[in-house]
Nanobody, 120 residues
Framework: QVQLVESGGGLVQAGGSLRLSCAAS?????MGWLRQAPGKEREFVAK????????YYADSVKGRFTISRDNAKNTMYLQMNSLKPEETAVYYC????????????????WGQGTQVTVSS
């Protein structure tokens, strides 16, 4: 199982930006991000193929969030712009293992999470 270390969460004002990072200990089919707001179910945010050649976003973040990766550093990023208070959540780095379907939004496992708080 790939080990994941997330970082970059914090407090930002509405309309602001944050960049999350996820360092991985090995390779996988794809990596991405989930989030879970207080009192809500965990939801898919974005994913990217290990090669970086393909990305997939939830409709709610398209045009504002950008997922990318640096394979030399084995690290994935989520640039979040124009953040909204309702996007306050714990953000989880997630892994889709080889054999997964590209369009599935349910990962095989995820990390400990990093808190993102967007103030109004």
């Amino acid at each position: 199982q790939v080990q994941l270390v997330e970082s970059g969460g914090g407090l930002v004002q509405a309309g602001g930006s944050l960049r999350l990072s996820c360092a991985a200990s090995g390779r996988s089919y794809a990596m991405g991000w989930l989030r879970q707001a207080p009192g809500k179910e965990r939801e898919f945010v974005a994913k990217i193929l290990w090669s970086g050649s393909n990305t997939y976003y939830a409709d709610s973040v398209k045009g504002r969030f950008t997922i990318s990766r640096d394979n030399a550093k084995n690290t994935m990023y989520l640039q979040m712009n124009s953040l909204k208070p309702e996007e306050t959540a714990v953000y989880y780095c997630a892994v889709w293992t080889y054999g997964s379907q590209w369009l599935t939004t349910i990962p095989d496992y995820w990390g400990q999470g990093t808190q993102v708080t967007v103030s109004s």
